[in-house]
C-alpha cells in the first residue's frame, strides 16, 4: 500500500456553524468572539473583505455591529462542538481510518483508494459533507501528511480548485512548494521563518532543498521530519486514538470583576470538576493540582496581584470531592482581600493511568464510593448536561461567569432551543 492522505478543513468553522441555522447570514459579514466577548476569533469571508484582522478587539468594530453592517456572535462552543463531531462520523463514511486533529480538521487515510478517480472521490466527501451538515470544506490530498497541510491551504485559494487540490504527481507537487512561502508551512513557526527568510529559504520548495544534515543542525529531527514529509516521503503516522493529556488547565476569565473568597472558591470548584471529569474522561488521575489568580494587568486604576499554590495530593485521584478539596486549600493559601480579580485556574499535573494509582497506607478516603458517585455524576452529565448534578461549593448563581451577550442558541444539545419552523 502506498501512503496518500487527504487533510479536511472546514471552513471559516465557527462562523459556519452559525449559518448553518440562520440562512440569512450568508453572504454577510459574520464574527464570532472570545470568552467574554473580548475579540475576534473566526470570521466569515466576507467579514474577512472588510479588513477586520484576527483578535480586533470587539469595542473597536462594536458600532459595526450596532449598525447591522457586521453579525457578531459570542463563543458557542456546545453547538461547535456538536457539529465537528457530525463532519467527522460524516467523514468516517468515507474510510475506516480518520485522525481528528482538531474541531476543525480530519485527515483521511486513502492509502488505499489509489486506483480509484481521487478528484472525483474528493468532491464527493466535498459534496457529502456538505449536504447532511451544511458546513463548508476544503480538501488536500497527497502522499504525506505535510504535503496534504500545503494541498489544502492552495485549495481554499485557488478559484480553479474551488476547494479540493490532489496531489500526486511530481511536477504539481514541485509547482504547489513553490507557491508556498516557507512561513506558511505546518510546523514551521515564525521564529524558524524568519530564520529561514534570512538565508533566502523562501518559499517550501527552497526548504526541501536544503541538505538533511544542516536542517538537523539549526532545527532539530523535528526539522529533518518535515523535510522529508515535503520531498514526500511519509514520516507522521495517522493517529487514530489521541494520547492522554500530560496537563489539564481549566481557567476563564471572569464576566466582572470579582473580590470575595466565596465567588472566588465558586470558580475554583467549577474549574475543578471541569479537570475532575477530563481526567475520568481519559481514565486518569492527577497527582498535583495548582490554582493560580490574577488581577486585571490591563487596568490602571486597580492594584496588581499574582499568585498560585500547587498541592500534593496524598493519592492521585480523579474525584470532584477531592480535586475540589485541595483546589479550595491551595486557594485560600493565595487568596489576599482588597483585590478586584480577573481570572483563575485549576492545572492538574502529575497525571497517571486510573488503574496504577499507588495509595496510602493512612488513606482514609472510600475510593470505591467516590468512583461509583461519578459514573452516576457522569452519566446524569451525559444525559441532562453540564453542572445539573454538581458539589454545592461550586454555588448556583455563578454571577462571575463569562459575559456572552451575542450568544445563539445551542440548536443541537438542548431540547428547549431546538430550531423552529413555521408553516402557513
Not at 35 to 56: F, H, W, Y
Not at 191 to 197: G, H, K, V
Not at 272 to 288: E, F, I, V, W
Request: charged content about 25%; aromatic content about 10%.
Amino acid at each position: 500500500m502506498t501512503s496518500l492522505y487527504a487533510l479536511v478543513d472546514c471552513n471559516n468553522f465557527y462562523a459556519s456553524c452559525e449559518r448553518v441555522f440562520n440562512p440569512t447570514l450568508n453572504g454577510r459579514p459574520v464574527v464570532v468572539l472570545s470568552n467574554n466577548d473580548g475579540c475576534v476569533i473566526a470570521r466569515s469571508t466576507e467579514a474577512k473583505e472588510l479588513g477586520i484582522p484576527m483578535g480586533q478587539p470587539f469595542f473597536q468594530i462594536r458600532n459595526l455591529v450596532e449598525s447591522g453592517q457586521v453579525h457578531a456572535f459570542s463563543s458557542n462552543y456546545a453547538l461547535y462542538g456538536d457539529m465537528s463531531e457530525r463532519v467527522m462520523q460524516t467523514l468516517a463514511q468515507f474510510t475506516p481510518n480518520v485522525e481528528v486533529y482538531s474541531i476543525d480538521e480530519c485527515f483521511l487515510d486513502l492509502g488505499d483508494f489509489y486506483s480509484i478517480n481521487l478528484q472525483a472521490y474528493a468532491r464527493e466527501i466535498k459534496r457529502t459533507v456538505w449536504r447532511w451538515t451544511g458546513i463548508p470544506v476544503s480538501l488536500g490530498v497527497a502522499p504525506t501528511k505535510s504535503l496534504a497541510k500545503v494541498a489544502n491551504k492552495l485549495a481554499k485559494k485557488s478559484e480553479k480548485a474551488n476547494g479540493v487540490l490532489v496531489l500526486t504527481d511530481p511536477h504539481h507537487i514541485r509547482k504547489a512548494l513553490q507557491a508556498t512561502k516557507v512561513e506558511d508551512v505546518w510546523g514551521i513557526g515564525g521564529r524558524y521563518a524568519r530564520f529561514l527568510r534570512k538565508r533566502n529559504v523562501l518559499t517550501a520548495y527552497d526548504f526541501t532543498n536544503l541538505s538533511e544534515s544542516w536542517v538537523r543542525q539549526h532545527m532539530t529531527v523535528v526539522g529533518v521530519r518535515l523535510l522529508k514529509e515535503l520531498r514526500g516521503e511519509p514520516c507522521l503516522e495517522l493517529e487514530e486514538a489521541p494520547p492522554p493529556k500530560k496537563g489539564i488547565c481549566t481557567s476563564r476569565s471572569f464576566g466582572k470583576r470579582v473580590n470575595s473568597l466565596d465567588e472566588m472558591q465558586e470558580a475554583t470548584a467549577t474549574y475543578a470538576a471541569r479537570c475532575a471529569r477530563k481526567l475520568r474522561q481519559q481514565k486518569s488521575c492527577a497527582q498535583l493540582v495548582t490554582v493560580f489568580v490574577t488581577t486585571n494587568t490591563f487596568s490602571e486604576h486597580d492594584r496588581q496581584y499574582y499568585n498560585s499554590k500547587t498541592v500534593c495530593m496524598p493519592v492521585a485521584t480523579n474525584s470532584d470531592m477531592e480535586l475540589i478539596h485541595y483546589a479550595g486549600i491551595a486557594l485560600k493559601a493565595i487568596y489576599r482581600d482588597g483585590y478586584f480579580y480577573k481570572k483563575c485556574g485549576v492545572i492538574v499535573t502529575g497525571i497517571i493511568p486510573e488503574n496504577q494509582v499507588q495509595l496510602a497506607l493512612l488513606d482514609t478516603v472510600d475510593r470505591q464510593k467516590h468512583a461509583k458517585l461519578m459514573e452516576v455524576v457522569d452519566g446524569l452529565t451525559d444525559r441532562f448536561g453540564r453542572s445539573k448534578v454538581r458539589v454545592a461549593t461550586q454555588g448556583t448563581d455563578n454571577t462571575w461567569k463569562l459575559k456572552s451577550e451575542y450568544k445563539s442558541p445551542c440548536y443541537t444539545t438542548k431540547i428547549g432551543e431546538l430550531q423552529q419552523v413555521w408553516v402557513r
